[in-house]
């Protein structure tokens, strides 16, 4: 069984410019979730996406958003990039919305914004 | 969430069994107590996880005290490959990372 896939896994972007980072989940689960991860802040929850709806939502502004689609695959967008928003983003998956312990990471998208 | 604490870092000899220790003494009832680690730049990845007896897998075992206020994971006989970071989490509805414990295994 094929694990979680994201793409692309690096991607250098400008300040000011939007990205949008893409993962499809584990065949058959239907929950993904978006972590952050910086070395200060270490990894956070960004939010996390069920039935293609937004199930639950991390404490982070409004420029970060998401969406599932039908086959359960997500993407999740930045807006109006900064500087501090250079970190890896992880997308998780798991069968069932708000099972958070039992989740599957990806190897994550590498963003550097310059 | 339950918050746990785990120490910084700690160093374990190959082959010799690693034990990290992790407190998460206002865990609720129901609340699980799951491991995770991470090795450099690599996506978090599931170890084990328990509610209140011990659990063991092809990775790893599981003690949880009995009052529920503390867990110990255990590697049987790190190897080189078991160095990273790893994260005693309590579960919520999403995973909540601490700082967790660097563990490096020395040859």
């Known amino acids: 069984k094929a694990g979680v896939t994201q793409t692309p896994r690096y991607l250098i972007k400008t300040r000011g410019q939007q990205v949008t980072l893409s993962c499809s989940p584990i065949?058959?689960?239907?929950?993904v979730s978006w972590y952050q991860q910086t070395p200060g802040q270490g990894l956070q929850f960004l939010f996390e996406y069920f039935s293609e709806t937004q199930r639950n939502k991390g404490n982070f502004p409004g420029r970060f958003s998401g969406r599932q689609f039908s086959n359960s695959r997500s993407e999740m967008n930045v807006s109006t990039l900064e500087l501090g928003d250079s970190a890896l983003y992880l997308c998780?998956?798991?069968?069932?919305?708000?099972?958070?312990?039992?989740?599957?990471f990806g190897q994550g998208t590498r963003l550097t914004v310059v | 969430d339950a918050k746990t604490t785990q120490p910084t870092s700690m160093d374990c000899a190959e082959g010799r069994a690693a034990n990290l220790p992790c407190n998460h003494s206002?865990?609720?009832?129901?609340?699980?107590v799951y491991w995770y680690r991470q090795i450099h730049s690599q996506g978090p990845q599931y170890i084990i996880h328990g509610l209140k007896n011990n659990e063991t897998n092809e990775m790893a075992s599981l003690i949880i005290t009995e009052d529920r206020k503390s867990s110990t994971l255990i590697l049987p006989h790190a190897t080189l490959r078991d160095t990273a970071v790893y994260y005693c989490i309590v579960r919520a509805r999403q995973l909540t990372f601490g700082s967790g414990t660097q563990l490096t295994v020395l040859p």
């Open positions: 998780a998956s798991s069968l069932e919305a708000g099972t958070g312990g039992w989740a599957f």
């Open positions: 206002t865990i609720s009832g129901n609340e699980y």
């Open positions: 065949s058959g689960h239907r929950s």
